[in-house]
């Protein structure tokens, strides 16, 4: 990240050492291969990104294939995905790409009306008109912040939690049930139970999702 002093731009040193120390991956952009450095996440800078999962259960099958995400829960997403990618890149910074002229362009020209629109929205009771602000507000952000190439956020982000190195595609909804199951009855915790190629953030995933599955399943069929 370049910083300002006396009127002065400088890069951060401990920026430079790491750009230094690791290689270039080539990574897409608008299908064009690109040379970036990027820094793998820890547990703690995964979870500061916002709430979010790596394992995918029927139950999130039926529902994406029932309904469509609202763009409220599109722009959530898309700010998560973001921010793993601004907290990940080091050479270019997230800052420097988005400084490109393009994304700049976008962003400082919208930021008024989504100001504006804010205002109005919290100043309208309940109605018909308000939902269709909101979707407006949530269109132009989506649309102006969050607008860097889908290739390159999904690459970035696969390297950034270490995906391709992980057992956690693997991981199915029987056995979270089965390893929560286990830990039940072990006084212990689901990824203790499920071994594997995971990193702390995946077991965590793992832990969360298992309880899930597990009060879903019970309760159904009426051990709860």
């Given at each position: 990240?370049?910083?300002?002093?006396?009127?002065?731009?400088?890069?951060r040193l401990s920026e430079l050492y790491e750009a230094a120390w690791k290689p270039a991956?080539?990574?897409?952009?608008?299908?064009?291969?690109?040379?970036?450095?990027?820094?793998?996440?820890?547990?703690?800078?995964?979870?500061?990104?916002?709430?979010?999962?790596?394992?995918?259960?029927?139950?999130?099958?039926?529902?994406?294939?029932?309904?469509?995400?609202?763009?409220?829960e599109m722009v959530d997403y898309s700010e998560i995905q973001h921010e793993i990618v601004?907290?990940?890149?080091?050479?270019?910074?997230?800052?420097?790409?988005?400084?490109?002229?393009?994304?700049?362009?976008?962003?400082?020209?919208?930021?008024?009306?989504?100001?504006?629109?804010?205002?109005?929205?919290?100043?309208?009771?309940?109605?018909?008109?308000?939902?269709?602000?909101?979707?407006?507000?949530?269109?132009?952000?989506?649309?102006?912040?969050?607008?860097?190439?889908?290739?390159f956020v999904s690459f970035v982000m696969r390297f950034a939690l270490d995906q391709d190195?992980?057992?956690?595609?693997?991981?199915?909804?029987?056995?979270?049930?089965?390893?929560?199951?286990?830990?039940?009855?072990?006084?212990?915790?689901?990824?203790?139970?499920?071994?594997?190629?995971?990193?702390?953030?995946?077991?965590?995933?793992?832990?969360?999702?298992?309880?899930?599955?597990?009060?879903?399943?019970?309760?159904?069929?009426?051990?709860?």
């Amino acid at each position: 990240m370049i910083i300002e002093h006396d009127g002065e731009s400088y890069i951060r040193l401990s920026e430079l050492y790491e750009a230094a120390w690791k290689p270039a991956i080539i990574a897409p952009f608008f299908g064009s291969p690109e040379p970036v450095i990027v820094r793998k996440l820890s547990y703690a800078q995964i979870r500061a990104c916002g709430e979010f999962s790596l394992i995918e259960t029927i139950q999130d099958t039926i529902r994406s294939e029932t309904r469509k995400p609202t763009t409220k829960e599109m722009v959530d997403y898309s700010e998560i995905q973001h921010e793993i990618v601004r907290r990940s890149l080091v050479n270019p910074t997230y800052d420097e790409i988005m400084s490109l002229s393009k994304y700049d362009v976008l962003r400082v020209n919208a930021e008024k009306e989504l100001l504006e629109l804010e205002d109005i929205i919290n100043d309208m009771p309940p109605s018909a008109e308000k939902n269709e602000l909101k979707e407006k507000y949530y269109m132009t952000k989506m649309n102006s912040q969050y607008i860097l190439p889908a290739d390159f956020v999904s690459f970035v982000m696969r390297f950034a939690l270490d995906q391709d190195n992980s057992d956690i595609k693997d991981v199915s909804e029987d056995m979270l049930f089965e390893a929560a199951v286990k830990a039940v009855k072990g006084h212990d915790n689901p990824s203790d139970h499920l071994p594997g190629n995971f990193t702390d953030f995946n077991r965590e995933d793992i832990n969360s999702r298992a309880w899930i599955i597990y009060h879903q399943r019970t309760a159904k069929h009426g051990r709860d």
